[in-house]
């Protein structure tokens, strides 16, 4: 076990999932943003406690979901709580899905998210185009090297 210091590293490109955010007012880019996958969730928690030493709970509520993760720590139990709406598509698996990653960042997971640049997408499309994800997966790669200064990024189609 790497404990909860592994949950503060870096995430790896293959743990990121990217969703539109919104597009621009003139509809010629999309501004894409970063999340952990729930995927992500039960690897580093496994990895860093064991995949014994924690467990979750789920709590509905009228629009969404509460996840509430206890981990059984060295130092003793840890206990946190986040909730999320149900979403739009598969509104129970997806609430229950948010909720869990949210809570996931309260243990640290994923929050150098936050400090990511705006990413914004040149294209008419309303998703994120294939190209575009070898070059989501290489500044990802650029940014835990620290080698990334760039406040807001703009990917093109050459």
């Not at 709590?59 to 509460?66: L, S, T, V, W, Y």
Request: overall charge positive.
């Amino acid at each position: 076990m790497k404990g909860r210091k592994y949950l503060l590293e870096p995430i790896q490109a293959n743990e990121i999932e990217w969703r539109v955010q919104s597009q621009t007012k003139n509809k010629d880019k999309l501004i894409i943003v970063p999340y952990i996958t729930n995927r992500c969730v039960m690897e580093r928690f496994d990895a860093a406690f064991g995949w014994d030493k924690w467990h979750n709970e789920f709590k509905e509520m009228p629009d969404g979901f509460i996840c509430i993760m206890k981990v059984d720590t060295e130092e003793g139990l840890v206990v946190k709580s986040d909730g999320a709406n149900k979403t739009n598509i598969e509104p129970v698996k997806g609430g229950i899905s948010d909720s869990m990653k949210r809570v996931a960042v309260q243990f640290g997971l994923g929050r150098n998210l936050y400090d990511y640049p705006k990413v914004m997408i040149e294209t008419t499309d309303k998703y994120i185009p294939f190209w575009a994800k070898p070059r989501l997966e290489k500044m990802v790669e650029v940014i835990n090297k620290g080698a990334f200064a760039d406040e807001v990024v703009i990917l093109k189609n050459k």
